[in-house]
């Protein structure tokens, strides 16, 4: 497993930005495809966005995409999520996942991932 550690996270107006860091501490950091899900109160965990080991191949979930850019800097062990156009409906808990295995080119599912961040919350006010 990795350590994983989230940072950027507050308060926004609807249409505003906000961008997600997340530290990682393992060195075949490049190794592994990255994650970010949210978790909303009362809601279950949910995927969000997925990038390749290379930064190379992302996914999105349908809710999030053309709104949100998940990218990564390997030689700085970060992944981060730019949120743009931000939504009440985003507000949530997000987390950064490392996968279990370097095999997963894109992963989107929470139990493709056995490493999970301490969480950051973001706040969209209307």
């Known amino acids: 497993q990795v350590q994983l550690v989230e940072s950027g996270g507050g308060l926004a107006q609807a249409g505003g930005s906000l961008r997600l860091s997340c530290a990682a501490s393992?060195?075949?950091?490049?190794?592994?495809?990255m994650g970010w899900f949210r978790q909303a109160p009362g809601k279950e965990r949910e995927f969000v966005a997925a990038?390749?080991?290379?930064?190379?191949?992302?996914a999105y979930a349908d809710s999030v995409k053309g709104r949100f850019t998940i990218f990564r800097d390997n030689a700085k062990s970060t992944v981060y999520l730019q949120m743009n156009s931000l939504k009440p409906e985003d507000t949530a808990v997000y987390y950064c996942?490392?996968?279990?295995?370097?095999?997963?080119?894109?992963?989107?599912?929470?139990?493709?991932?056995?490493?999970w961040g301490q969480g950051t919350q973001v706040t969209v006010s209307s």
């Open positions: 393992k060195r075949t950091f490049s190794n592994y495809a």
């Open positions: 996942a490392a996968p279990a295995s370097g095999r997963y080119l894109l992963p989107t599912h929470t139990d493709e991932y056995d490493s």
């Open positions: 990038i390749s080991r290379s930064g190379g191949s992302t």
